[in-house]
């Protein structure tokens, strides 16, 4: 298919360096361009893993105010 299209100076500036890089026509650079664009989108997203440190403490947090009352103790007997 033959079609007329303007692009921006940074895509024109990547799909002449591919054409270069790759000896092609700048027709295939472009779809090249544009389906590794695609096939990102494709792609599932990674799941979030919230990264944890142990820190030798363990604290109950179902007892907020209890929570609290242990993690003031401490930070008091730091104090001392």
Do not use: C, Y
């Not at 700048?26 to 979030?48: D, I």
């Not at 944890?52 to 009352?69: H, K, M, P, Y």
């Amino acid at each position: 298919m033959r079609t007329t299209v303007r692009l921006d100076e940074d895509v024109a500036a990547a799909a002449e360096q591919l054409r270069r890089e790759r000896h092609i026509g700048l027709s295939e650079a472009v779809n090249e361009l544009a389906r590794a664009g695609l096939k990102r989108h494709e792609s599932a997203p990674k799941t979030f893993r919230q990264a944890t440190t142990e820190l030798g403490l363990r604290v109950d947090v179902s007892n907020v105010a209890e929570a609290l009352q242990l993690l003031d103790d401490l930070d008091h007997a730091d104090d001392r």
